[in-house]
T-cell receptor
């Protein structure tokens, strides 16, 4: 089973460039999340979605946009990348309500020069 | 503000028992989670506690005291593969997960 798949796994950007991270899940989950993980800090929620066509801001949404046009996909966009956005990004999903077990993708390591 | 505290790093010996503590201060409480994360990999779910007491699952157990804002993860019969970071996360009154920075557990032979 594929579970949660993120692409790309690695990317290097120059300041000001744009890119999109794709998250796809094949578990028919309603809830999907984008987190960033930085050394010495807990996972921080960027944006989330409670169903197809819905999105909401998390703890650190500035500089990011998201879309959930299809239930299985959740896209994270960086319109103008900044060095502060250098991080490991994790997508997660759950189908058991908000208190359910989160299933994470393998992570996308983004470096902004 | 909301805060999750757990030790940064712990070392234990293969075959032994280790207890990883987590204390929290959050706006409301809707459950506490433990996840395991091996270096360079995704977090994976270990346990969920919403009521006080001990939940046992094989070699791993998780304890919760809501009145003390305290939880621990107990790992028994440690194996080398248990070397990983252990993440504590609390769901607040808005059903948002607040994550601790994680405890890196090093297992020595």
């Amino acid at each position: 089973n594929a579970g949660v798949t993120q692409t790309p796994k690695f990317r290097v950007l120059k300041t000001g460039q744009s890119m999109t991270l794709l998250c796809a899940q094949d578990m028919n989950h309603e809830y999907m999340y984008w987190y960033r993980q930085d050394p010495g800090m807990g996972l921080r929620l960027i944006h989330y979605s409670v169903g197809e066509g819905t999105t909401a801001k998390g703890e650190v949404p500035d500089g990011y946009n998201v879309s959930r046009l299809k239930k299985q996909n959740f896209l994270l966009g960086l319109e103008s990348a900044a060095p502060s956005q250098t991080s490991v990004y994790f997508c997660a999903s759950t189908g058991e309500g908000v208190t359910g077990e989160l299933f994470f993708g393998e992570g996308s390591r983004l470096t902004v020069l | 503000g909301q805060n999750i505290d757990q030790p940064t790093e712990m070392t234990a010996t293969e075959g032994a028992i280790v207890q990883i503590n987590c204390t929290y201060q959050t706006s409301g409480f809707n459950g506490l989670f433990w996840y395991q994360q091996h270096a360079g990999e995704a977090p994976t779910f270990l346990s969920y506690n919403v009521l006080d007491g001990l939940e046992e699952k094989g070699r791993f157990s998780s304890f919760l005291s809501r009145s003390k804002g305290y939880s621990y993860l107990l790992l028994k019969e440690l194996q080398m593969k248990d070397s990983a970071s252990y993440l504590c996360a609390v769901m607040d009154s808005n059903y948002q997960l607040i994550w601790g920075a994680g405890t890196k557990l090093i297992i020595k032979p």
